[in-house]
């Protein structure tokens, strides 16, 4: 089983910038494709990014594209998120995910492991 932790989350103005963070533990990280979801009040969770396991391929939602990159380090069993030109829109819980085949990316129900998420909240 793999834990993850999540963090970096915090209050930040329209047009700044964020960095998550999320550690695992447990099993060897670098087995796992990692992905982050967010999720606002009221909402479904929803898509962020993805990157698979040498971190060769990276997804992201369209939404996302030209503002958030996706990282990980192996060898820190780390993966980050860095949030670029934030939005109020933006503002929602972030959680970490791992799984080990990939099967589908995009969605929740594609990955076995959570984090317990960070806020983030943009302000206007």
């Known amino acids: 089983q793999v834990q993850l932790v999540e963090s970096g989350g915090g209050l930040v103005q329209a047009g700044g910038s964020l960095r998550l963070s999320c550690v695992a533990s447990?099993?060897?990280?670098?087995?796992?494709?990692m992905g982050w979801f967010r999720q606002a009040p009221g909402k479904e969770r929803e898509f962020v990014a993805a990157?698979?396991?040498?971190?060769?391929?990276?997804y992201y939602a369209d939404s996302m594209k030209g503002r958030f990159t996706i990282s990980r380090d192996n060898a820190l069993n780390t993966v980050n998120l860095h949030m670029n030109s934030l939005k109020p829109e933006d503002t929602a819980v972030y959680y970490c995910a791992a799984d080990l085949h990939g099967s589908d990316l995009y969605k929740p129900a594609g990955y076995n492991y959570w984090g317990q998420g960070t806020q983030v909240t943009v302000s206007s």
């Open positions: 447990g099993r060897t990280f670098s087995n796992y494709v």
């Open positions: 990157i698979t396991w040498s971190g060769g391929s990276k």
